[in-house]
Nanobody
Framework: VQLQASGGGLVQAGDSLRLSCAGS????????IGWFRQAPGKELEFVAA????????NYADSVKGRFTISRDNAKNTVYLQMNSLEREDTAVYYC????????????????????WGQGTQVTVSS
């Protein structure tokens, strides 16, 4: 599966953004999808994940209550709605996919995802 992330931009603290991750090449509904981010000088970190059906979601503690992940398999797209953005959310955001059992055992582990899209930059100014 090929992944294309989009929707990033420059916003002010408190604003909202919606990122999209569009998939192609394989039946999108077969894949669990995760969002990760990497801030300047920091390690890649887990943000959120959604199961193949959309029935299960997981979030990093730092974004719980502010970010919402969802998917529309008919449109081959996963969304990350980001509200109440903070400067600390500034990062390059990546979406990742996998359809193996290992993802179900660890949605937050980058090594469990075999397919990655290019990143989209999110910059939050104060």
């Amino acid at each position: 599966v090929q992944l294309q992330a989009s929707g990033g931009g420059l916003v002010q603290a408190g604003d909202s953004l919606r990122l999209s991750c569009a998939g192609s090449g394989r039946p999108f509904g077969h894949y669990h999808i995760g969002w990760f981010r990497q801030a300047p000088g920091k390690e890649l970190e887990f943000v959120a994940a959604v199961s193949r059906s959309g029935g299960r979601t997981n979030y990093a503690d730092s974004v719980k209550g502010r970010f919402t992940i969802s998917r529309d398999n008919a449109k081959n797209t996963v969304y990350l709605q980001m509200n109440s953005l903070e400067r600390e959310d500034t990062a390059v955001y990546y979406c990742a996919a996998d359809n193996s059992l290992r993802v179900r055992l660890g949605f937050d582990l980058r090594g469990n995802y075999g397919y990655w899209g290019q990143g989209t930059q999110v910059t939050v100014s104060s």
